[in-house]
C-alpha cells in the first residue's frame, strides 16, 4: 500500500502523506489523508465500518444513514 495513487488530477503519495492537485501541494491533516486514501484506494468500492474503526481506534462514531 506504498504507491502512488493517481486519481484525475490528484497525485496521492502515502510515503510522503503528501497530496497535490495540479501540481500544487494540498495540506490535509493525518485524519483527512487517511480517509481520503482509504477511498482512494478503492474507487468506486464500499468502505466498511470495521476498516474505519481500525484505521481510527474504537472512539469512532458511526451512524447508520
Do not use: W
Not at 506504498?2 to 497525485?11: E, H, P
Request: include cysteine; charge should be negative.
Amino acid at each position: 500500500d506504498n504507491d502512488i495513487l493517481f486519481r484525475d488530477d490528484l497525485v496521492i503519495n502515502p510515503i510522503c502523506r503528501t497530496l497535490e492537485r495540479n501540481n500544487e501541494d494540498i495540506h490535509l491533516t493525518a485524519y483527512e489523508f487517511d480517509t481520503l486514501f482509504l477511498l482512494a484506494k478503492r474507487p468506486g468500492g464500499c468502505i466498511q465500518g470495521k476498516q474505519f474503526i481500525i484505521l481510527y481506534g474504537m472512539n469512532l462514531i458511526i451512524s447508520a444513514s
